[in-house]
């Protein structure tokens, strides 16, 4: 019996049901978590579970914990993945929810995030009542360079089209959300949630759920995280202004 996992469910009063729902798996996968102690989650879902008990991974799976202290650069690099929408929708939502201080989504059309997080436009706002910055970096919907990929992508929802949604959304967050226009991230995008990312990089010829994906944790001055951090600095400080009307006032 795993009797640390138990005590912080118990402590918690949540069910294997209610922990499984938090964590995107089955009941049965929770009550193996539990009986079989020898039987160690994966790590994005020990992470959610963490997040949903309000307690330390090291304490319930200290075994696992051990095994994955890193050192040097790569001690950044927290998780991978094949495709981005092989990252569970609850380690987006864990990220977004625990960030305090700074919320920055650099994908060029930013699109998914509308769709696949619940009330996405209220949990932003939320944030920004509280005192976290957010920010948005987009591809220009009407630019050479969308057109370009559009014909590359050769979808029948277009980068312009998924970017028009974004901005009609992002126009209903106007004072609480700043956005801006960069052709710098065509081909990688980057979300920050405080001192945690995901980066993408674009392959040829493939559409951002495809693309393969990091998750980065930062950990010491001028590592990855930094690297990509100062990426994202730069085109928010070359972004051209979002314009929200056709006289082109921003």
């Known amino acids: 019996m795993n009797e640390a ?20 798996v089955d009941t049965k996968t929770v009550g193996r978590w539990i009986t079989q102690p020898g039987r160690v989650p994966h790590a994005r879902h020990r992470w959610a579970v963490a997040d949903a008990l309000r307690e330390d991974e090291g304490v319930l799976w200290p075994a696992a914990a051990k095994t994955a202290i890193k050192v040097g650069p790569d001690r950044e690099v927290a998780e991978v993945f094949p495709y981005r929408s092989a990252v569970p929708a609850s380690l987006w939502r864990t990220l977004i929810t625990r960030a305090e201080r700074e919320l920055t989504f650099a994908g060029y059309t930013n699109y998914f995030l509308w769709l696949e997080q619940a009330r996405f436009g209220t949990a932003l706002r939320r944030k920004a009542e ?12 009407d630019s050479d360079l969308t057109r370009a990929r559009e014909r590359d992508e050769d979808v029948p929802l277009t980068l312009s089209t998924r970017i028009r949604v974004t901005l009609a959304e992002l126009e209903k967050l106007a004072g609480a959300v700043d956005a801006r226009f960069s052709d710098g991230h065509a081909y990688l995008s980057v979300f920050r949630f405080d ?12 559409v951002g759920h495809d693309a393969p994906t990091l998750h980065l944790r930062r950990h010491q001055d001028d590592g990855m995280f930094d690297r990509f951090a100062s990426h994202v600095e730069e085109l928010w400080t070359r972004g051209r202004p979002v314009r929200e009307d056709p006289d082109g006032q921003a």
């Open 5 to 24: 996992l138990r005590r912080a469910m118990a402590s918690a009063q949540m069910t294997d049901r209610e922990l499984a729902e938090r964590c995107d």
């Open 130 to 141: 509280r005192g976290c910055r957010v920010r948005f970096i987009l591809g220009d919907p």
């Open 195 to 206: 001192d945690d990312m995901i980066v993408t990089p674009l392959l040829t010829h493939s």
